[in-house]
């Protein structure tokens, strides 16, 4: 199947799905769309039984398909910059030391903490998982995939939560940054599994670490002062001209990050939140205006909205690649990993509000709140499906517990949280 066809299948599944939910589901649209695309999944299984071509053919066009490289070479920098222009800048900068502490501590935490979880739990004889494989660096590759929230899923989820706007800020905020820290550690786990305990030193993996953030964030800080003086250039008489110009920016950002081994998604955040500034106007004396026109956000909105809606139907989907090394058993550690991976998020957010509590205040809940709205999406699965096959038959389990994890917080959590909020 070529990217044409492909294209065209995900496209029309989502214009299908996305009207039987307007009308029949009437669910947050990340939602709705995906809990169709798993029932869509669960029938080909069904009808694999039967007749077991089908299924055959659907899992092989599945695997076919190089989801991780899609999402994260591809759709992840526009999802990002779109997230990051939609963000109130100014907000941020007010709660920067809150989002920064979250973004930091909490992934850290939760890193180690599900980790050392799922490595104490596979060695005990009730699961029969003791012989699976899976080293402590394996596990710590989980919490790392698993703890950063994914911005995509929050940031569809909050455009329809009757939120404060501090709240909501504090919660994208730290969706869109800790998203790259999560990545950062990951790789630099990843890095210590494929080149050996023996090769690796705590200084190669400190420089790893600081040479993935920092240099994202200089590249996106270098080409976001460039764009923004080109958009001020331009000041806003040639919309479709900017609309090619973020483009652009967003692809260079991304490209330069991947071949220098730098943090894409840091990069692509700081870029879009220097594109989201305020510029002074000469010709509006009364105030400032915009860097980019309404026409780049509406455009911006659009494509957000298209890609939002492929990727849950993807990650429905995907769930067929399950089907094919399930073990009952992993039903029951999934159970335990998803109760770790709540409380360890909310100690993981409760810690640093309740320090900053000490000079600044905070609503009420919300360190409830940003545990709960911090739901998983196709970012955990795509790095789960980037695991390396050296890793055995260990990649199945926790590609199934990532999944468990993922359709819990969306569908667990993003259905219950309007409930949360109101009381």
């Excluded at 394996?138 to 950063?148: K, Q």
């Excluded at 991304?254 to 990069?267: T, V």
């Excluded at 905070?362 to 409830?368: I, Q």
């Amino acid at each position: 199947m070529d990217i044409l066809e492909l294209t065209t299948i995900l496209l029309s599944l989502a214009s299908v799905f996305s009207i039987i939910n307007l009308r029949l589901l009437k669910l947050p649209q990340t939602i709705g769309l995906m809990i169709l695309a798993l029932i869509l999944s669960i029938l080909v299984t069904a009808v694999g039984i039967v007749f077991p071509n089908v299924f055959e053919t659907v899992a092989q066009l599945t695997k076919e398909f190089d989801f991780s490289l899609v999402l994260i070479n591809v759709m992840l920098p526009f999802l990002l910059f779109a997230g990051a222009i939609s963000i109130n800048l100014q907000d941020l900068l007010e709660d920067k030391l809150t989002i920064l502490l979250l973004a930091t501590f909490g992934v850290f935490f939760s890193t180690f903490v599900v980790g050392s979880g799922l490595f104490w739990l596979i060695q005990q004889p009730v699961f029969g998982l003791n012989q699976i494989g899976l080293t402590f660096v394996d596990c710590l590759l989980f919490g790392a995939l698993i703890a950063p929230t994914d911005p995509i899923a929050v940031l569809a989820l909050l455009k329809n939560m009757n939120l404060s706007s501090k709240t909501k800020t504090v919660i994208a905020g730290e969706s869109l940054f800790n998203d790259g820290i999560g990545v950062v550690i990951f790789l630099t786990l990843l890095n210590v599994k494929l080149e050996g305990y023996e090769n690796i030193t705590a200084m190669s993996v400190g420089t790893l670490f600081v040479t993935e953030v920092l240099g994202g964030l200089i590249l996106g800080a270098f080409f976001g002062y460039f764009g923004l003086k080109l958009l001020k250039y331009i000041e806003n008489e040639f919309v479709e001209l900017e609309v090619l110009i973020t483009l652009s920016l967003v692809l260079v950002v991304s490209l330069i990050a991947f071949k220098f081994h730098l943090s894409g998604p840091i990069g692509v955040v700081i870029l879009g939140l220097f594109l989201n500034q305020n510029i002074d106007s000469d010709r509006e004396k009364e105030g400032l205006q915009k860097a980019m026109g309404d026409y780049v956000y509406k455009f911006w909105h659009l494509l957000d909205e298209t890609l939002n809606a492929i990727l849950f139907i993807l990650i429905g989907l995907e769930i067929i690649l399950i089907f094919e090394s399930f073990d009952v058993s992993y039903l029951f550690i999934s159970i335990l990993i998803i109760l770790i991976c709540v409380l360890s998020r909310f100690i993981g957010v409760k810690i640093p509000i309740l320090l900053l509590s000490i000079k600044k205040s905070f609503e009420k809940n919300t360190a409830l709140i940003i545990t709960w709205g911090g739901l998983r999406g196709g970012l955990s699965v795509a790095l789960a499906l980037n695991l390396p096959d050296s890793i055995g038959e260990g990649k199945s389990l926790i590609l199934f517990l990532t999944y468990a994890v993922v359709l819990f917080t969306i569908l667990g959590q993003g259905l219950t949280i309007k409930k949360l909020i109101k009381e």
